[in-house]
T-cell receptor
Framework: GNSVTQMEGPVTLSEEAFLTINCTYTATGYPSLFWYVQYPGEGLQLLLKATKADDKGSNKGFEATYRKETTSFHLEKGSVQVSDSAVYFCALSESNTGKLIFGQGTTLQVKP | GAGVSQSPSNKVTEKGKDVELRCDPISGHTALYWYRQSLGQGLEFLIYFQGNSAPDKSGLPSDRFSAERTGGSVSTLTIQRTQQEDSAVYLC??????????????FGPGTRLTVT
């Protein structure tokens, strides 16, 4: 079946450091890929998405590229801020229903 | 406009009792999803409604769980004879939802269920 694996956290970085959170997937067909973010005390929000191979999703300085050959969708940001501290979820969307399969989540803590 | 709303925001119940969780999707959204977020299992899909089609119940963990969607809008997730392992945050999401086209899902704030 479809599945998503992302790197375990927590990830602790200093402000302005470079961020990478790895995500790989297993899927039949051609899923769309997403990164969702959950800030402390808030609900899940879509951060970025990519719907086909080689697409790059970007938002708020974050970006991720849909790599079909490596079945990956790694999240990157060049310079993190304290306000980026949150839990990040990688997910794929099954192509016929749209239901989301999530990775286990990665907690990011950015220290000033 | 209004987002997805869920009620109650918190629910504490005794083991063995039944609970009902409510979701009001964004007006006009035809697709509605329920997920569960728990410490041990992460974020799991539970059930999916699309328009008037039969729901996809493939994620429901046991027959104690059921859900309905009335009039293509409001949805209720019912858990009968609650167990401690049912303790989790139950999330509802909706999307404009046409099969085969990927739309963003908009999530509600969730209902935190605690079974004592």
């Amino acid at each position: 079946g479809n599945s998503v694996t992302q790197m375990e956290g927590p990830v602790t970085l200093s402000e302005e450091a470079f961020l990478t959170i790895n995500c790989t997937y297993t899927a039949t067909g051609y899923p769309s890929l997403f990164w969702y973010v959950q800030y402390p005390g808030e609900g899940l929000q879509l951060l970025l998405k990519a719907t086909k191979a080689d697409d790059k999703g970007s938002n708020k300085g974050f970006e991720a590229t849909y790599r079909k050959e490596t079945t990956s969708f790694h999240l990157e940001k060049g310079s993190v801020q304290v306000s980026d501290s949150a839990v990040y979820f990688c997910a794929l969307s099954e192509s016929n229903t749209g239901k989301l399969i999530f990775g286990q989540g990665t907690t990011l803590q950015v220290k000033p | 406009g209004a987002g997805v709303s869920q009620s109650p925001s918190n629910k504490v119940t005794e083991k063995g009792k039944d609970v009902e969780l409510r979701c009001d999707p964004i007006s006009g959204h035809t697709a509605l999803y329920w997920y569960r977020q728990s410490l041990g299992q992460g974020l799991e899909f539970l059930i999916y409604f699309q328009g008037n089609s039969a729901p996809d119940k493939s994620g429901l963990p046991s027959d104690r769980f059921s859900a309905e969607r009335t009039g293509g809008s409001v949805s209720t997730l019912t858990i009968q004879r609650t167990q401690q392992e049912d303790s989790a945050v139950y999330l509802c999401a909706s999307s404009p939802g046409v099969a085969g086209i990927v739309y963003e899902q908009y999530f509600g704030p969730g209902t935190r269920l605690t079974v004592t």
